[in-house]
């Protein structure tokens, strides 16, 4: 991935200790809605792998299944 200022946010997030101040360090970079959609992202990886259908996915999580398809290319497309 080729996002400017990728590796400085990398390092900052790397710096946090303890689970408090991650926290704090999202919240202070993200909207309460990108944070949301953040989480999301990461429950539909999770259900992807454990095998649960897209539609079902979608459903469960309030998605569209636009947003699920994208989560399961990006799981294909990671090398083992």
Known sequence: MNTPYLD????????MRDRA?????????LTPSELTEV???LQILRLLEEGVPQREIARRLGVGI???????????SETP
């Open 8 to 15: 400085e946010l990398l390092d900052h997030l790397l710096e």
């Open 21 to 29: 101040s991650l926290e704090k360090a999202l919240s202070e970079l």
């Open 39 to 41: 989480c999301k992202r």
């Open 66 to 76: 636009a947003t699920v398809t994208r989560g399961s290319r990006a799981l294909k």
